[in-house]
């Protein structure tokens, strides 16, 4: 397996293939810093729900995702990270 550092690396480099959910929704790296990610993806048509608004469990990927590669720049060798409880309101 590879590690959290090179992982990261490469999605910078914006190599394909990496994260197959990102890639799936078109989710795009902006920026990576210590402790820091922001990610971007297009509002596509079969994303939204009957109120023609983004489908909410969208948002809440998006940010399970930025949340997840900000901790990644901050994990130790050795040490991972897992979503156990995500809530939206």
């Known amino acids: 397996m590879e590690s959290y550092r090179d992982y ?4 910078q480099k914006g190599e394909k293939g990496l994260n ?4 799936f929704l078109e989710i795009r790296l902006v920026d990576l810093k210590d402790g820091f ?5 297009k509002v596509r048509p079969q994303y ?3 109120a023609k ?7 809440v990927a998006l ?4 949340i997840a590669h900000a901790m990644m720049t901050q994990l130790k060798p050795g040490e991972g990270l897992t979503t156990i409880e ?3 309101s």
Do not use: C, T, Y
């Not at 990261?8 to 999605?11: G, H, I, S, T, V």
């Not at 990610?37 to 993806?41: L, P, Q």
């Open 48 to 50: 939204l729900q009957g």
């Open 37 to 41: 990610a922001e990610f971007r993806m």
């Open 53 to 59: 608004i983004m489908q909410g469990g969208l948002v």
């Open 63 to 66: 940010g399970d995702e930025a």
């Open 8 to 11: 990261l690396e490469r999605l």
């Open 20 to 23: 197959p959910f990102l890639d």
């Open 86 to 88: 995500l809530k939206s």
